[in-house]
């Protein structure tokens, strides 16, 4: 290089690594939830390669179409901090907004509908009734972790956290239905504990320890985030199988 060319900034050069983390673990959330609901997007089908059901069928699938676009759409916004083109990624984000209330909405009606039409099961112990716990409190952490990122949208270390566990949070429909996956601890004292929020838990503090080393530092906003999607989810866990969540349910399919 001749001595007086201009060298480019090093930031400008080489990319943000907390920007390309966070990429990456978008992308992981994206492949899990690929696999998981491949039926679903093969064959249009529920898992385990079971047919919709026909009075829930149309909400099925806005459903599934819902939670597809947030993860997509997740990705493409994460893909483009990392390419800087931050002018788009919030031009894009009114939409991932009335996205986020239509999935709250869909996610909300979804598990009474298919309480009452759907065939009764055990899993974790819980029968279809009391299994509604689990996507009611999951979508409802989702909804509070998006809202307090868009209260803070200014701010990326707090921004980026808050829509990460957003998609964390509701990743537990996506894993428990990756063939064999739930197998190795439905019956253990940790699926007793944690249930079908298991592995997003452990992808959430993987997470976290390779923020950590990257950085050289502790993330105590994603940290206290996840904290309480922790005490959540275990709370959940402890609820479900209760009497007084059984009546609360009840009366809500009746």
Not at 135 to 162: D, W
Request: overall charge positive; aromatic content about 12%; cysteine-free.
């Amino acid at each position: 290089m001749a001595s007086g060319a201009i060298r480019a900034p090093e930031s400008a050069v080489r990319p943000n690594p907390v920007r390309l983390l966070y990429a990456a673990a978008a992308l992981l959330l994206f492949t899990l939830m690929l696999i998981g609901f491949q039926q679903f997007y093969l064959h249009g089908r529920a898992y385990p390669a079971e047919p919709l059901a026909p009075p829930i069928r149309t909400l099925l699938i806005a459903h599934g179409v819902a939670m597809t676009l947030w993860v997509v759409t997740f990705v493409v916004r994460s893909l483009l901090i990392v390419g800087k083109n931050f002018r788009l990624h919030m031009t894009m984000g009114p939409f991932a907004v009335a996205l986020a209330v239509v999935m709250v909405f869909l996610g909300l009606l979804l598990p009474i509908q298919a309480a009452r039409f759907e065939p009764d099961f055990t899993l974790y112990g819980l029968n279809r009734i009391h299994f509604t716990a689990i996507p009611f409190f999951t979508i409802l952490s989702f909804g509070a972790f998006v809202a307090v990122g868009l209260q803070r949208r200014r701010r990326p270390e707090i921004h980026r956290p808050m829509m990460l566990l957003a998609t964390l949070s509701i990743m537990p429909a996506a894993t428990d239905r990756i063939t064999g996956l739930p197998e190795l601890y439905a019956d253990s004292a940790l699926g007793t504990l944690f249930g079908p929020f298991l592995t997003p838990l452990i992808i959430g503090s993987l997470f976290l320890i390779a923020k950590s080393l990257v950085t050289r530092s502790f993330d105590r906003r994603f940290a206290a985030g996840f904290g309480v999607l922790f005490v959540v989810d275990m709370f959940v866990m402890r609820l479900a199988p209760t009497n007084a969540w059984g009546r609360f349910a009840a009366f809500l399919v009746r």
